[in-house]
Structures are given as C-alpha cells and as structure tokens.
C-alpha cells in the first residue's frame, strides 16, 4: 500500500441519546449549519452597524430586518439545497420515488442550489421591503464562507464527498466504498481529501478576501462588487476542486471513468465544473460592472 493517512476515529455525531423510545442525534453536519448562520447573521450585524461601510453611509437593512431576511434565508437554503441535488444529480431516481424528496435527514443537498434558493427568498424579501438588491447582496455574499468551511469540515468528519485516489503522501483511506475499487490498486485506496481542498479555498481563503476587501479596501460602497468577487472566487475554487473530487456514481461508468457530464471529442467538465461556470460568468459581471462605476 502507498504511503498515506489514515482516517481520524470521528463519528458523524456529536452526541445522540434516546427519548420515549426514539434515537435523537445532534450531528456535526447538522452543528455546522446552525453555526454557519449564526456567524452569517452576526457578520451582518456588524456590517449594517458600520454605517461608514455603505455608500452613502447608510447601510441598506436594518438589524431587524436581518432577523427577519434570516428565516427566509434558512427557508431558501433548505428548499433550493434539495431541489437543486435532486434535479441536477438524481432526476431519474427521484422521478421514480418522489416521496423520498421531502427526505432530507438522509442526506442529499447541493450548494448551486441552495444558492439560488437564497438568491429568490432575498429577491421577494428586499421586494417586499423596498431593499436594494444589490446592497443585500453583498451583505450577504461576505458572511457565506465560514459556513461553507464549517459545511466542508463536516463532510471531512462524515467521510463523504470524498476526492479521486491519488498516491501523493496526504492521501486519505476513507471508511467505507471510498477504501476499494481504486484501479491498480489491491490494498486500502488513498483519496484526495477534497473537503480540505474546498475548505481551505472556498470558505478560509475565500472569507479572509472579502472580509478584508470589506473592512480594508471599501468594497461594500461598490454595489455589487463583494457579490461579484464571492461568486467569482466560489466558482472558480470548486471548478479546480473538481479536479481532485471524486464524481457522483451516478455519472460514473465503464465508458466514462472520470465521471463527466459533458464531454466532447476526449474533453469534458464534470457537474459541479459545469454548474460553477455560470457563477464565474456572473461573478465577473458584477465585479467589472462595479468597477466600472466607481471609476
């Protein structure tokens, strides 16, 4: 066997104990998204209090008013999370058992739609309350990342997600399916631990950047440019990931082993590539588009 690390004894709970005959649990996964929205709404406090931070110097929402943005945020999450892993990764299996759609204690959620369930509940939020949609936007777009590297530590934890095999020596033997069917390979098979990758560049370096660009460099009296900069900067991170991650089995078989969604004369881009694209695209959009108006 290639040198490599072996997987830390985690478990994927917390705590859990049982009451009135059932199993209750408290899972890292589940710890890592009430704590990511607690720092979110605590980020944007602190920004909305800075009035100086704002053109104008006048912030956009009130600290009330993200009390209020933040149940329709969970909301957009939750629903936009689900549907979008069910109808980019698994249309056909879940077509054949749409029940099993509400079932979201067994796993399943993708971030490009959690993404746009965000995007529509801010959009009929800021609409009912006569917001900018801009300046809620880059609010926010800069207090997102410690939750992604809260979201991806825990997917470490849970040993899923995981990257393609490699040989370089901090290689991971996940628990599990991810140990076997590495080619070539007869003992425990080694992965990239992607959730690190993701962790370290979507959610530490990332928030480090617009943290800095917001305190430091002015960046929120630039509608716009705090969100252009966080799409851009997620989109491009998780398209490199994706190069280490390893795909959803369902794109994966004896033809197409790199697990691609679109390929084309021997070149292809997996799902999450294809879905960052358009992220890049807009990101770019908005980050330009400021520029140009603070020129």
């Given at each position: 066997?290639?040198?490599?690390?072996?997987?830390?004894?985690?478990?994927?709970?917390?705590?859990?104990?049982?009451?009135?005959?059932?199993?209750?649990?408290?899972?890292?996964?589940?710890l890592?998204?009430i704590?990511?929205?607690?720092i979110?709404?605590?980020?944007?406090?602190?920004?909305?209090?800075?009035a100086?931070?704002?053109?104008?110097?006048?912030?956009p929402m009130?600290?009330?008013?993200?009390?209020?943005?933040?149940?329709?945020?969970?909301?957009?999450?939750?629903?936009g999370?689900r549907?979008?892993?069910?109808?980019?990764?698994?249309?056909?299996?879940?077509?054949?058992?749409?029940?099993e759609?509400?079932?979201?204690w067994?796993?399943?959620m993708a971030?490009?739609?959690?993404?746009?369930g965000?995007?529509?509940?801010?959009?009929?939020?800021?609409?009912?309350?006569?917001?900018?949609?801009?300046?809620?936007?880059?609010l926010?777009?800069?207090?997102?990342?410690p939750?992604?590297?809260?979201?991806?530590?825990?997917?470490?934890?849970?040993?899923?997600?995981?990257?393609?095999?490699?040989?370089?020596?901090?290689?991971v033997v996940?628990?599990?399916?991810?140990?076997?069917?590495?080619?070539?390979?007869?003992d425990a098979?080694?992965?990239?631990?992607?959730?690190?990758y993701?962790?370290?560049?979507e959610?530490?370096?990332?928030?480090?950047?617009l943290?800095?660009?917001?305190?430091?460099?002015?960046?929120?009296?630039?509608?716009?440019?705090?969100?252009?900069?966080?799409?851009?900067?997620?989109?491009?991170?998780?398209?490199?990931?994706?190069?280490?991650?390893?795909?959803?089995?369902?794109?994966?078989?004896?033809?197409?082993?790199?697990g691609?969604?679109?390929?084309?004369?021997?070149?292809?881009?997996?799902?999450?590539?294809?879905?960052s694209?358009?992220?890049?695209?807009?990101g770019?959009?908005?980050?330009?588009?400021?520029?140009?108006?603070?020129a």
């Amino acid at each position: 066997m290639q040198a490599a690390l072996r997987f830390p004894d985690l478990s994927p709970e917390l705590l859990s104990f049982t009451l009135f005959g059932m199993e209750f649990a408290l899972r890292w996964y589940a710890l890592a998204y009430i704590a990511g929205i607690l720092i979110a709404w605590q980020l944007a406090l602190r920004a909305v209090r800075r009035a100086t931070l704002w053109p104008g110097d006048a912030a956009p929402m009130t600290p009330q008013q993200i009390e209020e943005l933040l149940t329709w945020i969970i909301l957009g999450v939750i629903l936009g999370g689900r549907l979008g892993f069910v109808l980019f990764y698994q249309p056909a299996y879940y077509l054949r058992h749409p029940a099993e759609i509400v079932m979201v204690w067994q796993g399943g959620m993708a971030f490009h739609g959690g993404l746009l369930g965000v995007i529509v509940a801010s959009w009929l939020f800021t609409a009912r309350h006569g917001i900018s949609r801009l300046g809620a936007a880059d609010l926010i777009a800069h207090t997102v990342p410690p939750g992604l590297l809260l979201g991806r530590l825990a997917n470490f934890v849970n040993a899923e997600l995981w990257g393609r095999p490699t040989d370089l020596p901090w290689g991971v033997v996940f628990p599990g399916p991810a140990a076997q069917n590495c080619p070539g390979v007869e003992d425990a098979c080694a992965r990239h631990p992607s959730q690190l990758y993701e962790a370290g560049m979507e959610g530490l370096l990332l928030g480090a950047l617009l943290l800095w660009l917001v305190y430091r460099r002015g960046a929120l009296k630039r509608p716009g440019l705090t969100l252009g900069i966080f799409l851009a900067g997620y989109g491009l991170a998780r398209f490199i990931v994706e190069f280490a991650r390893q795909p959803d089995a369902q794109f994966v078989s004896p033809g197409n082993p790199l697990g691609l969604a679109l390929q084309v004369q021997g070149w292809g881009l997996t799902m999450g590539q294809i879905l960052s694209l358009p992220m890049i695209a807009l990101g770019l959009f908005f980050a330009l588009r400021a520029r140009r108006g603070s020129a």
